[in-house]
């Protein structure tokens, strides 16, 4: 076996084919031409390598395309900056139309530093950009993509490198970048996934919490669901997604559930029901769902789009820019003769590709999207101030307006300093204009910049793979994605210790404000758009369960509730739109709350299935066999066919998982 | 000037690296020197093709004054290097998918040479096999920690995943390296 490894060592070492003099000349000839472009210093002087033949052709293109990469090359920068309260740990905010800005999860033990940046600078180095013939945009060649992705599937992620990290989540942010490894089946070699560097923004699990320890917990909302997108994405193409790439809160507020609609004027109504946690039977959910008000289709406000598009030459891809072509033709017919649409474009074909058109008029708007070319490496400086000015001289008294940033990760926007981006976006913000993410394709995701940018910009982060996406995205949530209803919604539950000995939140560990956050009208938080939902769920554990996981104090003061029925108390704070002060909604927990409804279990099924494929240590005995079981239950009307979508993705999660799990 | 070129050579790379950020040309030019055997002994563990080895190193040469103008010394300067040529090695691999070119073999070398013995032969096209049948993070891994001998805590860093990957993914190699030599045996 050691055998084996050596033999491959002593190949690998045996020298390469040498790379002949004239090529190391002109590689070290290049390299001095772009150290003289970059630094302007004379030529020639002493000890730089000489060359006979001088060759640097294609390096002053390169150092041109580098000069613009820098710019965003550690996102780790960016997302830490957006944290508005320092506390311990720097964690990445996601958002979609709610979003905190800030992170500081209560337990998290690592001091303040960018998620997962082992080493500075890892930008991929831009080559010669390839011309490739773009693929016709139409929808039958992408699901034949999807499809033939798929087709190797059952490739087998190390099983043991799961039960390896202690607690499923802590260290494993990395163990997911193990699971990517496909393995071949028997005798074949199956195509493994492309190497990616794709940076997931995620914490560490939430513990259980001992409620006479820390009887509050503050959390800021979520309505993100990206996360989901990208694990349904890495399933289909047969591996388990990456641990640090699951986030719950965004899996199970990917589902659309019928929570009561608010009643009068209120942005939005919370619901509160209680049940028995399906995969421990000494303890019970509490879910919280909070519907938006539904928007009023017929009087909203004109809307002024503008598209600013990544057309760099790694957008050059049929689930990239074509997809992106495809979804922004799908969003024309949702929108109003009065509403207008503008296109620019970065790098590549760079600039105004459309300047402010009606968007009634779909054949100019579609000729400028026929227009994009993915390829090049022109400078996309002053790409986003850019847009934002298109969209100032689009803006009108009483309109929204939104720029969508859609790209695959490369933010090479042209502004060097990630704070002054951050600046930029937060200004405008201020001033009206929300900016929305949509990534597109898999490998170079950069999630963490991505839902840092819309976080600031109060837009929508979202993650597009199908034209089926898509379609959800942009034109089913179009409306709440820029409408926006209330801002800085945040969420505290204080729980009775006379009843809840021990409490969990189950996902949006990278939303956890500080108790006294929630007081603080400052402490930005998420927002939630017209008809949104969020919901979020509890792990509760009675005084007297033997479930319970830590034993009661022996000299613990003893409680005085005011109500001994009550479980809890829920607290919302939220500004309305253009309003600094926040309005406080109450309302007690009780455990008469309604019971699960197939909303309720399915949504239990999916926080389930989440920590199933994160290993979670709080699900012991509940395998993937009754995740299926009680999502099937579940199904309710599925009018979009979501929630079978989601029982097939669990079904293929149990076989890759058991592909995998040791002999 | 030899006395220069002697304590360029002593001079470690995180201070030359750090000079050469700051425009310092000669420090860049002992830097690349140095280094470009390095750039292009790994381009060639990850892609198997002298061709495609070349032209990575040349690219990568071409853009390093650009990236080191970033260099921040917060890694040393092999691990940010053997960084940087893995991403572009990435880069390449995605650019030759959207060519739908194999990107996932590793090897297309040119045909051996006739006068080539028949043992280097044999030792190469084992290679090629092992290889190929490793998959792409497999075959970066075992190109840092076999290839470049780097810990596996090295190796860590500059793929930007945990050791325990590292580690796995070592296992799994010597798996199906051992799969590899049951079949052989038959």
Known sequence: ?663 | MRLISVMRMETPDETLALAAAGGDRAAFAALVTRHYDRIHALAWRLTGSAADAQDLTQDICAALPAKLAGWRAEARFTTWLYRVVMNAAHDLRRRQMTRSRAADGWGDWEIARQDEASTEREARLWLEDAMARLGPDLRDTVALVLGEELTQAEAAKVLGVSEGTVAWRMSEVKKRLRRMAQEEAQ
């Not at chain 1, 699960?596 to 299935?609: K, Y």
């Open chain 1, 1 to 663: 076996m050691t055998d084996d490894l050596d033999r491959l060592r002593a190949a690998l070492q045996a020298p390469p084919p040498a790379p002949g003099s004239q090529a190391r000349m002109a590689a070290l000839e290049a390299a001095m031409k772009n150290f003289d472009d970059l630094h302007d210093a004379p030529q020639g002087i002493a000890d730089a390598p000489r060359s006979s033949e001088a060759s640097p052709k294609r390096s002053g293109l390169l150092s041109g395309v580098w000069t613009m990469l820098k710019p965003l090359a550690r996102p780790g920068v960016l997302a830490a900056s957006t944290s508005v309260v320092a506390a311990l740990a720097a964690v990445v905010v996601f958002s979609p139309d709610w979003m905190p800005r800030v992170g500081a999860p209560p337990l998290a033990p690592q001091p303040a530093a960018a998620p997962e940046m082992p080493v500075a600078e890892p930008e991929a180095v831009v080559v010669a950009t390839p011309q490739a013939k773009m693929a016709p945009a139409s929808e039958a060649p992408m699901m034949d993509m999807v499809a033939e992705e798929s087709a190797p599937a059952l490739a087998s992620p190390p099983a043991q490198s799961r039960a390896e990290a202690p607690t499923g989540l802590a260290e494993d942010a990395a163990v997911g970048a193990a699971i990517v490894a496909a393995v071949p089946m028997e005798g074949e070699i199956a195509p493994a996934p492309p190497a990616t560097t794709e940076d997931f923004a995620n914490a560490k699990a939430n513990h259980v919490k001992v409620t006479a320890e820390e009887p509050v917990s503050t959390f800021s909302i979520d309505v993100d669901t990206a996360s989901w997108t990208v694990i349904r994405q890495s399933l289909n193409a047969g591996t388990l997604p990456p641990a640090e790439a699951v986030r719950i809160e965004e899996m199970v507020n990917y589902f659309p559930y019928a929570y009561p609609a608010p009643e009068g004027e209120a942005p939005f109504r919370a619901d509160v029901s209680v049940f028995e946690t399906p995969w421990n039977a000494g303890t019970r959910l509490v879910r919280i769902g909070l519907q938006g008000r539904l928007p009023a289709i017929a009087d909203r406000p004109a809307l002024n789009l503008v598209f600013l598009i990544d057309t760099s030459g790694s957008m050059d891809e049929p689930a990239k820019l074509p997809l992106l072509k495809q979804a922004l033709r799908l969003t024309l017919p949702q929108l109003r003769p009065e509403d207008q649409v503008a296109i620019v474009a970065y790098a590549g074909s760079a600039g105004v590709v459309l300047e402010p058109t009606a968007a009634g008029d779909t054949g100019a708007v579609s000729a400028a999207l026929d227009r994009l070319q993915a390829g090049g490496g022109t400078a996309g400086a002053e790409g986003l101030t850019l847009a934002y000015e298109v969209a100032a001289r689009m803006a009108g008294d009483g309109e929204v307006s939104r720029v969508l940033l859609a790209t695959d990760g490369d933010f090479n926007l042209g502004i060097s300093d990630p704070s002054e981006l951050i600046d930029l976006i937060a200004q405008k913000r201020e001033s009206g204009t929300y900016l929305s993410v949509l990534g597109f394709g898999r490998g170079n995701l950069d999630d963490v910049t991505m839902q840092a940018l819309a976080q600031n910009g109060n837009g929508l982060a979202a993650y597009i793979d199908t034209a089926q996406e898509a379609r959800k995205v942009l034109v089913d949530q179009l409306s709440g994605a820029l409408f926006p209803l209330a801002n800085d919604v945040k969420v505290q539950v204080e729980w009775n210790p006379a009843q809840v000995a021990e409490y969990r939140l189950i996902g949006y560990e990278t939303r956890a404000l500080n108790r006294e956050d929630f007081n603080n009208d400052r402490v930005d938080a998420g927002e939630i758009g017209a008809g949104h939902q969020v919901t979020a769920l509890y792990e509760i554990t009675a005084p007297e369960s033997p479930a319970r996981l830590t034993d009661p104090l022996r000299y613990g003061s003893e409680p005085a509730p005011i109500d001994a029925a009550e479980l809890g108390f829920l607290r919302l704070r939220y500004k309305a739109p253009g309003s600094a002060d926040s309005t406080l909604i109450e309302a007690p927990i009780t455990a008469q709350n309604a019971p699960a409804d197939a909303d309720a279990r399915f949504a239990a099924a999916i926080a389930g299935f989440g920590q199933l494929l994160t290993g979670s240590p709080y699900v012991q005995d509940w395998d993937w066999a009754d995740a299926i079981t009680l999502a099937e239950g579940a199904r309710g009307d599925d009018p979009f066919g979501y929630r079978v979508e989601a029982v097939n993705l669990m079904r293929l999660a149990q076989s890759l998982s058991q592909a995998l799990s040791p002999r």
